[in-house]
């Protein structure tokens, strides 16, 4: 099967790009230095490209392989669940602290230990707390609405929202690629999605604070999509480097010039076409590419899900050390991204590849 390293590279550049600005957030120093709020804020965009990424990827995936749903949704669900749910543990004790800490420390009204935080301790009474477990434990989460379970989207481990979207999606995946293969099923596939991104928009299925049900995220999927059902026309037809130009060009004009993501996500993958279908590409695409840039995308989904549980724990020992709010704030900075180093590459080692190993022997 063809491989694009250039996006495995980029995932080591979206995963800590999300870990930093979850630093800025969760210390909230940006309220200190406003300056910040921009660097922040791209964590929400680097979150957006890897969903449009993960549309790539899976299409290309079910295009080259070749499965059966058996077997794709088995492997994919050993690709992500052994990690998912290491850090979903590690998540629901360092949530619990976080809270217990944050509602007694003299500071703890400088990281949003406010109204915000006892609604979400209030959701987990009356049998709340199983209620908000349960959709972890099934990765569907992300689709139950605020207005039913408080924040269920990113309760005990909040990068996982996304997780829960993409889950969402592979379940389906294979129905939408076999949709666009032919005209009609391809026509009734576009009437639903536009109808389900209004019906989302217009909060049909109720509130939802991200786009965590797959409705609310139907341009992300279908932009990498697109993207790799072009990637042959491309590659055999159409020189380069004006074939991604032109064609995301006129993407990011009918989407919304406005919307980074659309932007970045052509950057990258106009960079990983550049290198043709030898995959060698020149000038950017070289960051994606190189021995560091693969590396950190190889521990990219376990540096994604792991490095919210040790913020939280960061920031709870500090106040048991009984750090003041600067201190604090220094020290989860400073020691956040070796530990974050550390874990993802032994969930990497120890999780992650066997997990993926397993589903290859049962695909066999």
Not at 117 to 132: K, L, N
Not at 163 to 177: D, G, K, R, T
Request: a positive charge; hydrophobic letters at 55%; glycine letters at 8%.
């Amino acid at each position: 099967m063809q491989r694009f390293d250039g996006l495995e590279g980029a995932r080591g550049w979206l995963a800590w790009t999300v870990v930093v600005t979850h630093i800025l957030q969760l210390t909230q120093i940006t309220t200190e230095y406003p300056s910040l709020n921009l660097l922040r804020d791209l964590g929400d965009t680097a979150v957006q490209v890897f969903i449009i990424l993960s549309g790539f990827v899976i299409c290309h995936l079910i295009l080259e392989k070749r499965e059966t749903y058996r077997v794709y949704i088995t492997r994919r669900f050993l690709r992500i669940y052994p990690v998912y749910l290491v850090c979903l543990v590690l998540g629901i004790f360092a949530t619990l602290w976080y809270m217990e800490v944050l509602t007694a420390a003299p500071w703890g009204t400088s990281l949003a230990a406010g109204p915000h935080m006892r609604a979400q301790i209030a959701s987990m009474e009356g049998g709340g707390f199983y209620a908000h477990l349960i959709a972890h434990l099934t990765m569907l989460h992300g689709m139950i609405p605020t207005n039913i379970l408080y924040e269920s989207q990113f309760f005990f481990l909040s990068a996982a929202w996304s997780l829960s979207l993409e889950w969402q999606f592979y379940l389906i995946a294979p129905l939408v690629i076999l949709m666009m293969a032919k005209p009609w099923p391809r026509l009734l596939l576009i009437v639903v999605a536009i109808a389900a991104q209004y019906a989302y928009d217009q909060r049909v299925f109720g509130t939802f604070q991200l786009p965590s049900f797959l409705p609310g995220a139907v341009a992300l999927f279908a932009t990498g999509i697109v993207s790799r059902l072009a990637t042959p026309y491309l590659f055999g037809e159409i020189p380069f480097p004006a074939a991604p130009l032109l064609f995301f060009g006129a993407l990011v004009l009918i989407a919304d010039a406005g919307q980074i993501h659309y932007v970045l996500w052509a950057v990258i993958i106009a960079s990983v076409w550049s290198g043709g279908p030898e995959g060698k590409p020149d000038g950017l695409g070289r960051l994606l590419n190189g021995k560091v840039a693969l590396w950190f995308g190889a521990r990219a989904y376990s540096t994604y899900l792991v490095h919210v549980p040790i913020i939280q724990s960061l920031i709870c020992l500090c106040a048991v050390i009984g750090f003041d709010y600067a201190l604090t704030v220094a020290f989860t900075a400073i020691l956040t991204p070796p530990a974050v180093l550390l874990a993802s590459d032994l969930l990497h080692r120890l999780v992650e590849k066997p997990g993926i190993a397993l589903g290859r022997r049962l695909a066999r």
